[in-house]
């Protein structure tokens, strides 16, 4: 029976592969056998499987799940992985083993890539000792943008918001080509566009700027900012886990065209919401006014959110961005407060690629067609390994693995039947220099010794 080594791409006896090295494994799966060295199982080949909604990976659930599984198709060239908890115990007391029972349709990520591709803010409540060595496990929101879309963030928070959000609400409003005379826009152009994001105006700010000029500068950080929320920002987890809050002087439209008042309607918000964690900042933006609402926020699982709380300019109000073209559905009131649910207005509004990857999912067990025993021995004698030998009647003949077909030798070389390896044809031993007069050669020793 041969064994197929992967690594050195040969076929090797059943025996003399398991008795070559302790950490030898042989692995079948559909009849076919592969031999495995333990040793070669690292760490970087763990898996988790992908938990996915809204198009999103909800890369914190994925990572807590407690279920590890092992990447196994890697060593023998399939798309194959099992559940690493059960591979080591079975490999425990056992050197052959057999994937079973495969379940098709999952998808899996590599667990150390998950943990370096994250870079999070530590939630100092949750902090220990260990936390400086896993900033992954009490990461609170992944806060990560490059310098450019950092800068945009920074000024959006700071006087872009408005423009940008009343450009997003009257796409005509600025569609003109009238000069502008609005003095607060001029100083938007001169200090937030051209000095901050590159716009292309002349020296100074002056008469001839056009509205139309404006608008397509906002336009060109409206598609900065989505790229962001759909490429770089973070997708949030474990909905109603955490409310944030939002203080209005007046109520939602819905998509009738009437007050968000009744639970069950939904708001099409056309616009980016800030949104903070305290309730006191909410309250503070709603004024206490007449018609004033303060809405309770809750986000659904896998919608992206930003952290302002490096690219803010002002951070004492934990401000948090949500993306535009979204639903709000109204699911509780009580007085002025009501109580929102956050959502994409399509499922598959905010897709990306995940990096996950589909795998075949097998269970694993001992293999049964054979034992493998161990002589008794002495204290000075090496354990040897027995022949393989039939388990039962019942289980398939061995001849039914199919080994895979060697080529053939080079030239000049022939395959040994025991190690099936090739070796030169003439590989006998050079012949030995004559020994000097007066001596022989011992035949044990080979060295040349006077006669007796």
């Known amino acids: 029976m041969l064994i197929y080594d992967p690594i050195n791409l040969e076929n090797i006896p059943f025996n003399d592969y398991l008795e070559n090295d302790t950490n030898n494994i042989v692995v079948f799966l559909k009849e076919k056998a592969y031999g495995v060295n333990k040793a070669l199982f690292m760490f970087n080949q763990e898996l988790k499987k992908c938990i996915i909604e809204n198009g999103a990976l909800l890369k914190k659930t994925t990572y807590k799940n407690p279920k590890t599984f092992y990447n196994i198709g890697y060593f023998i060239?399939?798309?194959?992985?099992v559940n690493l908890a059960t591979l080591n115990k079975v490999l425990e007391k056992h050197r052959v083993i057999e994937l079973t029972s495969k379940t098709p349709g999952d998808t899996y990520i590599n667990k150390e890539l998950l943990k370096l591709t994250t870079i999070n803010i530590i939630d100092k409540n949750k902090t220990n000792k260990n936390s400086k060595k896993n900033n992954f496990k009490f990461g609170m929101d992944d806060v990560y943008f490059d310098e450019l879309m950092s800068e945009f963030l920074k000024q959006y928070s700071k006087r872009l918001y408005f423009y940008i959000n009343k450009n997003l609400l009257d796409p005509e409003l600025y569609n003109n080509d009238n000069n502008i005379v609005d003095y607060d826009i001029k100083n938007v152009l001169y200090y937030d566009l051209k000095a901050k994001l590159y716009y292309k105006f002349?020296?100074?700010?002056?008469?001839?700027?056009?509205?139309?000029?404006?608008?397509?500068?906002?336009?060109?950080?409206?598609?900065?900012?989505?790229?962001?929320?759909?490429?770089?920002?973070?997708?949030?987890?474990?909905t109603y886990n955490k409310v944030f809050y939002r203080g209005?002087?007046?109520?939602y439209i819905n998509t009738n065209g009437t007050a968000l008042e009744n639970v069950g309607d939904t708001a099409l918000i056309l616009n980016y919401t800030s949104i903070s964690s305290k309730y006191s900042v909410a309250k503070m933006f709603s004024q206490n006014l007449a018609k004033s609402v303060l809405y309770k926020i809750y986000l659904e699982d896998g919608l992206p959110f930003i952290n302002m709380v490096s690219n803010t300019m002002y951070k004492d109000e934990k401000e948090y961005l949500l993306p535009r073209n979204i639903i709000f559905e109204?699911?509780?009131?009580?007085?002025?407060?009501?109580?929102?649910?956050?959502?994409?207005f399509k499922p598959d509004q905010f897709t990306i690629k995940t990096g996950c990857v589909s795998l075949?999912?097998?269970?694993i067990k001992p293999k049964k067609i054979s034992h493998i025993e161990q002589k008794k021995s002495s204290s000075d004698s090496i354990s040897k390994v027995k022949k393989f030998v039939a388990y039962?009647?019942?289980?398939?003949?061995?001849?039914?693995?199919?080994p895979v077909k060697l080529n053939k030798c080079p030239k000049g070389m022939r395959r040994d039947k025991k190690t099936m390896k090739c070796i030169v044809k003439n590989n006998t031993k050079a012949k030995m220099q004559r020994c000097p007069k007066g001596t022989r050669r011992n035949p044990k020793t080979l060295e040349c010794e006077a006669k007796l």
Not at 218 to 228: G, N, S, Y
Not at 248 to 251: A, F, L, Y
């Open 392 to 402: 039962s009647s019942k289980s398939k003949d061995i001849t039914s693995v199919k």
């Open 202 to 238: 002349n020296t100074t700010v002056n008469n001839t700027i056009k509205y139309i000029d404006f608008k397509n500068e906002l336009d060109r950080i409206i598609t900065k900012i989505d790229t962001v929320f759909v490429e770089a920002a973070p997708r949030y987890e474990k």
């Open 248 to 251: 209005m002087k007046e109520k």
């Open 77 to 81: 060239g399939k798309k194959a992985s």
């Open 330 to 344: 109204l699911i509780s009131k009580q007085g002025n407060e009501y109580t929102v649910l956050a959502k994409p």
């Open 360 to 363: 075949d999912t097998y269970d």
